[in-house]
T-cell receptor
């Protein structure tokens, strides 16, 4: 149980284009989803927290207009990197937290490696 | 502010030796504590967690961790390292009622044959 998927696992795009990353909770309802960014050999940096049906809460320094987050259902959240630039190249990881007995634990997706040329 | 400190960004042990990865947290009240493992180019997998109750927590793959309030520690151990344990390990804490996880900087575990 508690499986989170991400799609795509890897994406390469040209500078200036937008990229959408999907995060799905496969076997539970995720009331809250989190988006992280991870640079090589570093820890995870929380970008934003999204609760189903409401606007995402962004961490300080994260541009809301650049990183659009939508959490339209209890099993799906999307992160859109708009007008991507090479400095946006990174490993993006989502996590999900369910309702009920497992509210204290985040389950992580496998990550999406974004390369912007 | 809450923080998590993992002592040693890189730990190297021989196959079959004891694994000890150190984690200290800062919190005014006992938090929820977690250890996650990350293999190359993958997401994080939950190894174990402490919420309440028994302070010695057993996880997957033979790992365990002990919550010591007096030392504000939650060190991860495994009696006998296996080559497949080579990975990055993250300790994290979450305050009661809080949404966010606070991560340590990670410890890369290398296993020598």
């Amino acid at each position: 149980g508690a499986v989170v998927s991400q799609h795509p696992s890897r994406v390469i795009c040209k500078s200036g284009t937008s990229v959408k990353i999907e995060c799905r909770s496969l076997d539970f309802q995720a009331t809250t989803m989190f988006w992280y960014r991870q640079f090589p050999k570093q820890s995870l940096m929380l970008m934003a927290t999204s609760n189903e049906g409401s606007k995402a809460t962004y961490e300080q320094g994260v541009e809301k207009d650049k990183f659009l987050i939508n959490h339209a259902s209890l099993t799906l959240s999307t992160l859109t990197v708009t007008s991507a630039h090479p400095e946006d190249s990174s490993f993006y990881i989502c996590s999900a937290r369910g309702s009920g007995g497992g509210t204290d634990t985040q389950y992580f997706g496998p990550g999406t490696r974004l390369t912007v040329l | 502010a809450q923080s998590v400190t993992q002592l040693g960004s890189h730990v190297s042990v021989s196959e079959g030796a004891l694994v000890l990865l150190r984690c200290n947290y800062s919190s005014s009240v006992p938090p929820y504590l977690f250890w996650y493992v990350q293999y190359p180019n993958q997401g994080l997998q939950l190894l174990l967690k402490y919420t309440t109750g028994a302070t010695l927590v057993k996880g997957i793959n033979g790992f365990e961790a002990e919550f010591k309030k007096s030392e504000t520690s939650f060190h991860l151990t495994k009696p006998s390292a296996h080559m497949s344990d080579a990975a990055e390990y993250f300790c994290a804490q979450k305050g009661w009622g809080a949404q966010k996880l606070v991560f340590g900087q990670g410890t890369r575990l290398t296993i020598n044959p």
